[in-house]
Nanobody
């Protein structure tokens, strides 16, 4: 099992930027693809982005393509999500998770979820 802890959430104005981080411990982090999901109040969990184990291939939801960038540092056991041009609809709790295969945006294909970090975009 991989233990995941997200950080970097907060309050940001629309159009601003924020960088989320996910620190992993436990099983060998570098052997797994990773992903970010988000969940807004009253909505289902939504796929955001994924990255393969080497960090050379990425996969994004259409709603964030061109605005968000996922990256990883296997030496530091971290995966990050750089968010730019933030919109009100990006407000959600953001979660990182370990992917069972890549690429996939299906939540059931992910395991070992973190506890989430809140991102709130204000007008």
């Amino acid at each position: 099992q991989v233990s995941l802890v997200e950080s970097g959430g907060g309050l940001v104005a629309a159009g601003g930027s924020l960088r989320l981080s996910c620190a992993a411990s436990g099983r060998t982090f570098s052997g797994y693809a990773m992903g970010w999901f988000r969940q807004a109040p009253g909505k289902e969990r939504e796929f955001v982005a994924a990255i393969n184990w080497r960090g050379r291939s990425t996969y994004y939801a259409d709603s964030v393509k061109g605005r968000f960038t996922i990256s990883r540092d296997n030496a530091k056991n971290t995966v990050s999500l750089q968010m730019s041009s933030l919109k009100l609809e990006d407000t959600a709790v953001y979660y990182c998770a370990v992917a069972t295969y890549f690429p996939t945006g299906v939540a059931e294909s992910y395991a070992d979820w973190g506890q989430g970090t809140q991102v709130t975009v204000s007008s």
